[in-house]
């Protein structure tokens, strides 16, 4: 079930999201954030930690989230997640 939840990210990394660019607010992406994920925690809380994620990935995160002053993207690392 993990074998299959990183393989469907990693076809996203190489064919949908090649094609968008860099658009994720935070850095790590969101597919690199869920897949760091399921591999710390396991596919249930993995996919809940994602699914998560991707709904709080638009602009208004200025106030819970420090930027990145290089890239100007939020900083969420999955080291705030430890169980």
């Keep these: 079930m993990k074998l299959a939840a ?3 990210i990693r076809l996203y ?3 949908i999201s090649s094609q968008d660019g860099p658009t994720c607010a935070f850095t790590p992406s969101c597919s ?3 897949m760091a994920c399921i591999q710390e925690y ?4 993995g996919m809940l930690l994602t699914a998560d994620r991707l709904i709080r ?11 990145d002053p290089i890239t100007g993207k939020y900083i969420d690392p999955i080291s705030d997640y430890a169980k």
């Excluded at 396991?42 to 809380?45: A, S």
């Excluded at 990935?57 to 930027?67: A, D, P, V, Y």
């Design 32 to 34: 690199r954030f869920g």
């Design 42 to 45: 396991g596919i249930l809380r």
């Design 6 to 8: 990183t393989g469907l």
């Design 13 to 15: 990394q190489k064919f």
């Design 57 to 67: 990935c638009n602009g208004s995160q200025s106030r819970h989230h420090h930027k």
